[in-house]
């Protein structure tokens, strides 16, 4: 293992210069055509087979091992956001108003990384590994389209693992946690329609910005008072949209948001009250309200035997890190969707260095991450996927 290691630090300067690259060059979801070409490419010069446009964007290739043996998959995502970067990095996106802003650039260099270790070890695993690079992992479905495209198939996986760098936490830090680890993630949309009028005159109104503060506030109870107090939820009013005069009470209100939770009755119970919540505060203060809950993703549970393996081989290769088992986020990953399908394992690689002012948090125009974990975290996949093909 500590070959491994060693040897995604020699590969440094590889990962760093792709690294870069892909964030200079950022592309939006389901658009990651140039990212992807590379990948691909990158992936071909190794001389293996490789599938392109699997799910729009996305890239799969195998790693025979030396015999046959179980089918490892490694997911590495692709996608940028809509982020005009602020970051004051050398580096900084190319492409404006896109932002590599959740380290998806560091994801994809980390994964070609990974195939060029696993590669050069291939006569030391049975098995198969298969490479899953994915589009469109920010809020677009990308993981559901390239499940629907065959990607869990020919092979068929038998365990599933990712990782994500985590600037909520410093460099030496890992995450590696057994059970519900991500959260289920739904948006909602609410559509409040009442009488409008004159400012001067709000008796003559019914009046939807009154009905959706109220709306607002008692949703906060859903969480004080209905979930119990050892479980786990999140409700988010993110948007609100109305009027757009001093002197006009408009007819129509819209508010967004995302709700969050564990697991599936207290989800269950967090939409149930939700919607009551809206249409009765709607129907006291005469007006109506349209209600759509949309679901995104399921919550992202870690396989408890798959964990305890990757937690072994981060124990042996990082033994100067500070290994967590318990940490979990509210943050959501559709990795949920293949994981629901597949026993795996999604790792936490802490990224942040508060000296070099590389802190900034996921999605934040600043973000960037120290570059330093990147032998790490590829090292960290590469010894885990050996350790599961060979165990």
Known sequence: MTDILNEAQALFDYTRRFRRDFHMYP???????????????????????????????????????????????????????????????????????????????????????????????????????????????????????????GVLQDPVPDIALAMHVWNDNPVGWVGIVPGPVMAAADTFSVRITGEGGHGASPNLTHDPILA??????????????????????????AAIHAGDAFNVIPAEVLLKGT????????????IRRFKEIIENVAHAMQCEAEVEVKSITPALINDPEVTAKVQQVAAKLLPNDELDFRTTTMGSEDMAFVMQKIPGCYVFIGSANAEKHLD???????????????PKAAGLMAASAMELLNS
């Open 27 to 149: 592309e939006l979801g389901l658009k990651e055509v140039r990212s992807a070409g590379i990948i691909a490419s990158e992936l071909s010069s190794l001389g293996l087979k490789v599938r392109s446009g699997v799910g729009q964007t996305g890239v799969v290739a195998l790693i025979e091992g030396q015999a046959p043996g179980p089918v490892v998959l490694l997911r590495f995502d692709m996608d940028a956001l809509p982020v005009l970067e602020q970051s004051g990095a050398e580096y900084a996106s190319k492409n404006a108003g896109l932002m590599h802003a959740c380290g998806h650039d560091a994801h994809m260099a980390i994964g070609l990384t990974v195939a060029r270790l696993l590669f050069k070890h291939r006569s030391e695993f049975k098995g198969t590994v298969k490479l899953m690079f994915q589009p469109g992992e920010e809020g677009m479905g990308g993981a559901e389209l390239m499940i629907a495209d």
């Open 212 to 237: 959706a503060s109220q709306m607002v506030s008692a949703l906060q109870g859903i969480v004080a008072r209905n979930v119990p107090p050892l479980k786990t939820a999140v409700v988010t009013v």
């Open 259 to 270: 709700l969050r939770s564990f697991e599936p009755e207290v989800r269950e119970l967090v």
């Open 360 to 374: 900034a948090p996921h999605h934040s125009s600043k973000f960037d991450i120290d570059e330093s974990i990147l």
